[in-house]
């Protein structure tokens, strides 16, 4: 029984192991690492950026080449203003347009950028003027449902209209 105890603990052992070894693997090849800090920093206003967290990923074309460092309200406008560094290698379009996308209906948020056809290019510092914000789920989900429940209520109001005329009709043929 002491035997079995052992090769038990010994088998557990190794499949923790193996779980720390494949944890450790997939933190350093999933592509989530941090941009450096030498990164070009740009920034861009928006009109909401709902569940969009400072270190959120910076793609384009699906691949990430920044990150989101930090998120203010710009007390004029009352806009979200982001701050991104991306990867220095890459020449933006000055006419390159960032939206606040999200990578499922229940993944995270991340900023995608778009770059345009310009022939000048964003410095560092630079800041990106075409943007959209996020997609509210719920507003969306609130309209349909509102608009839904409304052309039910008004087929309802038809078809009661109707069948009293119906009615009404074959009251004054008898």
Known sequence: MKGRSLAEVAAGAAVLIVAAVFLVYAVLHSGRGTVTADGMQLSASFD???GLANGADVRIAGVKVGTV?????????FAA??????????????DTSAEVTSEGLLGGK?????????????ADGGRITQTQGSVSLESLLGRFIFSVTQMNSQAATQNGEQG???AQGAASHR
Request: hydrophobic letters at 40%; proline letters at 10%; glycine letters at 4%.
């Open 69 to 77: 460092t930090t998120s203010r309200i710009d007390p004029e406008t």
């Open 164 to 166: 009293a005329a119906a």
């Open 110 to 122: 991340y900023v995608s950028l778009v770059p345009g056809g310009s022939d000048k290019l964003l």
């Open 48 to 50: 909401r950026i709902d």
């Open 81 to 94: 203003v982001l701050t991104l560094r991306v990867d220095p290698s890459l020449k933006l379009p000055d």
